[in-house]
């Protein structure tokens, strides 16, 4: 079958109209805002559209797509993600949700961050109750380390951060951690990846799911949408359903800041690494100045 309209890369987009699990010819239309991926919107003669996610083993960010597959498809049975409807020779191919993608703002909007609350609670009790086969974990502070370890390579540190102290302070952070409870997270939670349809809220985009604290999911998405602390408090509240103790606080803190300094070690790497047109250099850039921020809040709270 040969697409109405085609993508930059004639192959490619040979490739996604050869899927199997079309009706007839179809019409495919690039999607923004892939970071990670290359994302298309697909229609066919059925009228129906989905969503084409275009990407492999990305083995630098720990991203693992038979991992994905396995927690999209156990999101979609826990209701909270759109339906997989094929997945192979890295594609994988999703019900379209038709709605609106939600931006930060929307996120701190406090009617919206109840329902967000929910969706983050759902996915945490829900989700592993479908999901079957291996699983990964996404602990923050050994992403860091392995990001450290990556960018020390020759030629790979093209920002030329200061890893070794960075690297202190991801120590120091763990250790303030303390002891945590288990759920299955999510792990990448952008404003982006929340759909809205009207009726209800859709949480997609599964690269990074795994075995986790709740603490982190919370932390990234305060930490990702620039959250003020009274805006920390309301999260906290909304998810633990009472107030939380100085312990829960503190680990929350150090959470903000892992998360931070995560997203701009990401940054980093895939500067040096990914082929995807996207500003990473900003991006890392923007990520290490919030960091510097919030670390300097931790450390008040630690009486340093």
């Given at each position: ?57 990305l ?26 409807v094929?997945?192979?020779d ?12 939600l ?22 009790e ?16 050994q992403?860091?380390r ?10 790979s ?28 997270g ?38 990702n949408n620039?959250?003020t ?13 009472a ?25 980093c790497?895939?500067?040096?690494h ?25 450390e ?5």
């Open positions: 079958m040969t697409p109405k309209a085609a993508t930059s890369d004639p192959q490619l987009s040979a490739q996604i109209a050869a899927l199997p699990c079309w009706s007839g010819a179809v019409t495919i239309e690039p999607l923004a805002g892939g970071m990670t991926n290359r994302n298309f919107l697909v229609s066919d003669r059925s009228g129906a559209r989905h969503v084409v996610r275009v990407g492999r083993d083995p630098e960010h720990g991203v693992l797509r038979f991992n994905e597959l396995a927690a999209a498809r156990a999101a979609h049975a826990a209701g909270i993600s759109p339906q997989v094929y997945a192979g890295g594609m994988l191919v999703s019900r379209f949700v038709e709605g609106r993608t931006a930060a703002g929307d996120v701190r909007d406090p009617g919206q961050l109840a329902r967000i609350v929910e969706l983050v609670r759902a996915c945490h829900q989700v592993p109750l479908h999901l079957r086969g291996p699983a990964l974990m996404f602990w923050v502070f992403v860091i392995n990001y450290a370890a990556l960018l020390d390579e020759p030629g540190n093209r920002l030329g951060v200061a890893l070794a102290p960075l690297a202190a302070r991801a120590a120091l952070l763990e250790q303030a951690l303390g002891p945590v409870r288990i759920v299955f999510h792990n990448d939670l952008l404003a982006a990846n929340f759909i809205d349809d009207g009726a209800r809220l859709w949480l997609i985009d599964w690269d990074y799911a795994g075995f986790n604290s709740p603490l982190f999911d919370l932390a990234n998405l305060a930490s620039a959250f602390s009274e805006l920390d408090e309301r999260l906290l509240g909304a998810y633990f359903g107030a939380v103790d100085a312990a829960c606080r503190r680990g929350f803190a150090a959470m903000k800041c892992a998360s931070l300094l995560r997203e701009a070690l990401w940054g790497v895939s500067l040096a990914s082929r995807i047109d996207f500003d990473y250099a900003g991006y890392a850039r923007d990520y290490l100045q919030r960091f510097d921020h919030a670390w300097q809040g931790f008040r709270g630690r009486g340093a």
